[in-house]
């Protein structure tokens, strides 16, 4: 496996900080050839699925507990410049993964349950309290957004799932589907994409399964129908488009641990004193705007979470 490939958060921070020329929202819409809308519209790639049939679910009631220290990242940004390497390395894959079919989805719950079941995605959120909740979001490319997520507590699955207490992490996978996925055809990568938490993460109450964004259903460049949110984790935790929930005794090994792990590991909390092997984690960009900030420990959520960690001093719980 040849991990010096040019992977698109591989480039040294010097090289991923011009990104705010090419995001001035003008510039930014003429690139992704999206038409001038109306404040409040999107792009195509991020306008309502009419057809979807969880649509009337959003807006969902928004937590207020959940707070931001900036504003909202643009919907047409947020929904244009992803990671999703099932289709592409790149950050513009949105007009590829519109290829992702929605329905029907099936969401497998197994390994050490009380009773291993599946469960179709709508059946799943009719089970569900939908919420909305602002989160930032830390790339470990140095480069940040925020996000108004819906959705419902991971707390909520694991409750419905029932896990054995011999059950000590929860193991999470996408979708596998080489025809749908073009990406999911680079033999190199060790698909599908797999992402794990301990079960005290799990059910951390900011650990969020996130099926909705900015009032409607979650675009597909955002991991549809179902994706992670771990906002005090790297990105590359928040797994998009799950399909299986498997709980276990083994920690996982996880997309990028299997492809790299020299510099990316299971724990992965956002640190800014620690930084990546080949660039510098003590600031963000944040997309859209130009802006860089210093870094906070665990993104700003070390009151939710530096809790988990205690005891675990000996892991390598940064990277
Ligand atoms: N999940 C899957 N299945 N495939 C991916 O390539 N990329 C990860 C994460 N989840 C990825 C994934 C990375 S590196 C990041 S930073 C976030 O998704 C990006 O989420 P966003 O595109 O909504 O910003």
Redesign the pocket.
Known sequence: MNIIRRRG?ELPERAATPEHLFFNRRAFLAATGATLVAPGLASAEGAADTSDPSAHLYPAKRNEKYVLDRAITDEAI?TT??????FGSAKTISRAAQALKLRPWTVKIDGMVAKPFEIGLDDLLAKMPLEERLYR?R???AWS?AIPWSGFPLAKLVELAQPLGSAKYLRME?FLDRAMAPGQRAVWYPWP?V?GLTIAEATNELAFLVTGAYGKPVSK???APL?LAVPWK???K????IVRFNFTDQRPNT?WEALQASEYGFWANVNPQVPHPRWSQATEELIGTGERRPTLLFNGYADYVANLYQGLEGERLWA
Do not use: A
Request: hydrophobic fraction near 25%; glycine fraction near 8%.
């Open positions: 958060w947020n410049y992803n990671n999703f390497y099932e979001h790339c470990v490319e957004m996408t994409y992402e460049s955002q991991g994706r790297y990105g590359f928040s797994i998009k488009s997309f």
